[in-house]
C-alpha cells in the first residue's frame, strides 16, 4: 500500500508539472462589428471598440461633390486603403478600423459646383461632421 501511495503521489506530481508546460490558453480574438453610415448620419456620435470598422459614404454628384474626408486623429481611426474603394463621381468615403482608445472627428464638405462660378449661385455648401468615440474591448 505504501508502494502504492507513493507511485500515486508521483504521478500528481507529474500531472501538476505536466499542466504546467501544456499548451498556453489564448483569450478569443474580441468579436469585431463593421458599422457603415451616410450623410444623414451628420452630427451623430458613434461607439466603436478597438478592432471595430467603420465605413462612410457620403453620395454627391457631378454637380455637388464631396471634399474628401478628413480625421482629425489618424492615431485612432486607421485608414483602410480608402483610395481602393470605388466610389461615384462627387462622392466621398471612408473604410476606416478603431485602432486606439481615444476619439476622432470625420469632416467633409459638400459645395456645389455652380457656386464657384461667376456669377455664383445662391446654392450653400453642405457641411459634414462625426464625432466616432473608440472604448476598449471588455
Known amino acids: 500500500m505504501t508502494r502504492h501511495r507513493g507511485s500515486i503521489i508521483g504521478l500528481l506530481a507529474i500531472s501538476v508539472v505536466l ?14 462589428t463593421t458599422t457603415t453610415l451616410t450623410a444623414i448620419d451628420q452630427g451623430k456620435t458613434v461607439l466603436l471598440v478597438v478592432g ?23 492615431g485612432v481611426l486607421a485608414d ?3 483610395a481602393l474603394l470605388a466610389l461615384g463621381v462627387g462622392d466621398a468615403g471612408g473604410a476606416f478600423r478603431a485602432i486606439a482608445v ?20 445662391a446654392q450653400p455648401s453642405r457641411a459634414f461632421g462625426l464625432h466616432v468615440v473608440v472604448a476598449a474591448y471588455s
Open 19 to 32: 499542466a504546467g508546460c501544456g499548451v498556453a490558453t489564448t483569450s478569443p480574438a474580441p468579436p469585431t
Open 102 to 121: 481615444g476619439s476622432v472627428t470625420l469632416t467633409a464638405v459638400q459645395t456645389p459646383v455652380c457656386a464657384k462660378e461667376h456669377p455664383a449661385c
Open 80 to 82: 483602410q486603403l480608402t
Open 52 to 74: 471595430d470598422y467603420l465605413n462612410v459614404h457620403l453620395h454627391g454628384g457631378a454637380g455637388d461633390p464631396w471634399s474628401s474626408l478628413r480625421i482629425s486623429n489618424d
